[in-house]
């Protein structure tokens, strides 16, 4: 696994001269071995969204503190049984899932904000999923929270025009 992220090794030395530079690549290992086996065939932003319950995951007292601990916890991701991983087969997919993976590393603010922490493909329906909120469908993933959802209570939306001439002649 670690032979084929060596790319990682003199990104992360470079980047990271003395903060845990051996913790980022094993981070980036585990996290693109995760992207790849849970979310290689999702667009975009489902595969941020993978990244962002490992990261939550990771951030919260529920799960253990490493990102690689959150990926290798037993039963808690499909393609991780009894301390097995599948080797990649898709070379390309493979090589989107390391650079996706080191981008994060590099700039978790890359991520969505959520509060996700679960998911599971649209094939299956756990039981867990009854006592958590659901978020939102993207792709084949319906993604989980402890947390209740909060509603934005502000627009994002520009004023139009006639209401800001309206306002400059008050």
């Known amino acids: 696994i670690f032979n084929a992220l060596g790319a990682l090794v003199s990104l992360h030395l470079i980047r990271c001269h003395h903060c845990g530079a051996v913790l980022l690549i094993a981070a980036a290992a585990c996290l693109s071995l995760a992207l790849y086996h849970e979310a290689r065939g999702e667009p975009h932003v489902g595969q941020l969204m993978v990244a ?3 990261v939550n995951r990771v951030a919260s007292p529920r799960w253990p503190s490493s990102m690689c601990n959150v ?5 808690q991701f499909s393609f991780y049984r009894k301390g097995k991983v599948p080797s990649p087969r898709d070379e390309v997919a493979w090589a989107k899932a390391q650079e996706l993976a080191i981008k994060i590393i590099n700039n ?6 959520t509060d996700a922490d679960h998911y599971h493909t649209v094939n299956v329906r756990p039981v867990w999923r009854r006592k958590l909120y659901r978020i939102v469908r993207i792709g084949k993933h319906i993604f989980y929270s402890y947390k209740r959802p909060e509603l934005i209570e502000v627009s994002i939306r520009p004023k139009t ?3 800001r001439v ?5």
């Open 71 to 75: 990926i290798t916890q037993d039963r």
């Open 161 to 163: 025009r006639s209401s």
């Open 166 to 170: 309206n306002q400059s002649y008050n």
């Open 108 to 113: 978790p603010d890359v991520l969505p904000y």
């Open 52 to 54: 962002k319950v490992i």
